[in-house]
T-cell receptor, first 114, second 111 residues
Framework: EAGVTQFPSHSVIEKGQTVTLRCDPI?????LYWYRRVMGKEIKFLLH????????ESGMPNNRFLAERTGGTYSTLKVQPAELEDSGVYFC????????????FGPGTRLTVL | RKEVEQDPGPFNVPEGATVAFNCTYS??????FFWYRQDCRKEPKLLMS???SGNEDGRFTAQLNRASQYISLLIRDSKLSDSATYLC????????????FGPGTRLSVLP
């Protein structure tokens, strides 16, 4: 069974540019999550989708970040315009069940904003 | 104070040693608990869920003390391949599916 995949694996952009990250969850997983790890800090929750609906977006840092999951399959996370402090590793995870089951993570996208 | 705190580490232990990781959480409404491991520059991978009665998976034993809001992970007979960062993760179910990660404790198992 294929795991969670993310694209691109690395992205280097300049401040003010736009970047779109993509996540393909494990097939059949209704729950999809975005996380971010800024250098030297712990992994932080950004948001949670159940199918195409945003269940919890309390972790989104500001309105420069837009996440979508049209059709309830893959998800995109757009950063526009990117700032220096957006640099970090963006992880996507998916799970079949709420709550008690753990999540399966993708390999992450390493974003560098110059 | 961070919502989930862990031993700062790093832990450097010889092969075959027993090592214990500690984790505390501040939100008493937390409902589910996990240990993940993360290898350098890789994604976190689920190691085990932590149940109230405690649970064991081979060389790994996890314990939960809800009264003390404390979680532990014990690794027996450590192997070189156990070298990684161990992350304590807590799910505040009452606040949605918002998983909170601890900062992690790095383990190096030495030959």
């Amino acid at each position: 069974e294929a795991g969670v995949t993310q694209f691109p694996s690395h992205s280097v952009i300049e401040k003010g540019q736009t970047v779109t990250l993509r996540c393909d969850p494990i097939s059949g997983h209704d729950n999809l999550y975005w996380y971010r790890r800024v250098m030297g800090k712990e992994i932080k929750f950004l948001l949670h989708f159940v199918k195409e609906s945003k269940q919890d977006e309390s972790g989104m840092p500001n309105n420069r970040f837009l996440a979508e999951r049209t059709g309830g399959t893959y998800s995109t996370l757009k950063v526009q315009p990117a700032e220096l402090e957006d640099s970090g590793v963006y992880f996507c995870a998916s799970s079949q069940e709420l709550g008690l089951a753990g999540q399966f993570f993708g390999p992450g996208t390493r974003l560098t904003v110059l | 104070r961070k919502e989930v705190e862990q031993d700062p580490g790093p832990f450097n232990v010889p092969e075959g040693a027993t090592v214990a990781f500690n984790c505390t959480y501040s939100n008493s409404a937390s409902q589910s608990f996990f240990w993940y491991r993360q290898d350098c520059r890789k994604e976190p991978k689920l190691l085990m869920s932590v149940y109230s009665s405690g649970n064991e998976d081979g060389r790994f034993t996890a314990q939960l003390n809800r009264a003390s809001q404390y979680i532990s992970l014990l690794i027996r007979d450590s192997k070189l391949s156990d070298s990684a960062t161990y992350l304590c993760v807590v799910n505040r179910l009452n606040y949605g599916q918002n998983f909170v990660f601890g900062p992690g404790t790095r383990l190096s198992v030495l030959p």
